[in-house]
């Protein structure tokens, strides 16, 4: 699903696709495991649409663009789920503190840390099946762009350099 969704935006997200196609993948991987799914429609959608807008509106202030982004793909494709959830989800995958009271949207929080850091912070997931993951989806230098967006974006905007950390 996280392909299919993707594929739409191939020409916009351009050499990015395939890294940031990896990066849904890997999460999407994690999440599932850390909350004990084979597989999950909302973590997908989750998935594909968290980070998105980075590339399509060229901002560090993504979050509400990316739950927009998703929210209208729930509408168009008259999916029957609630948007308000995968909205939450998206919008609070950079909360530096724990979500209490939703395991999905917590497991994706930590889904996202573990891939952001490359398995450095691996929350219980062993190091074989970070590996295994990376493997089938290599980073692609995934890591390597976010941070430099990160850095442009805090050095052009200093009062608000990292708006997509939430406490």
């Known amino acids: 699903m996280i392909d299919k969704i993707l594929s739409r935006y191939r020409k916009k997200l351009d050499k990015y696709y395939q890294p940031y196609l990896n990066h849904a993948k890997r999460v999407y991987e994690y999440a599932c495991i850390l909350t004990l799914q084979k597989e999950s429609k909302k973590l997908s959608i989750v998935a594909a649409f968290h980070d998105l807008d980075i590339w399509l509106s060229h901002t560090m202030n993504y979050l509400p663009g990316s739950a927009d982004l998703a929210t209208d793909y729930l509408r168009i494709n008259r999916i029957d ?15 530096l503190t724990k979500i209490k009271g939703n395991i999905e949207a917590e497991a994706f929080r ?3 840390l573990i891939d952001l850091t490359a398995g450095l912070i691996k929350f219980n997931i062993p190091r074989s099946i970070i590996v295994e993951t990376e493997r089938k989806y290599p980073r692609l230098g995934f890591t390597k762009m976010i941070l430099w967006k990160t850095c442009w974006w805090a050095v052009r905007h200093p009062l608000r350099p990292f708006p997509m950390l939430k406490w």
């Not at 789920?81 to 909360?95: D, T, Y």
């Open 81 to 95: 789920m609630v948007s308000n959830e995968i909205s939450f989800m998206i919008k609070e995958h950079h909360r």
């Open 110 to 112: 930590r889904a996202d």
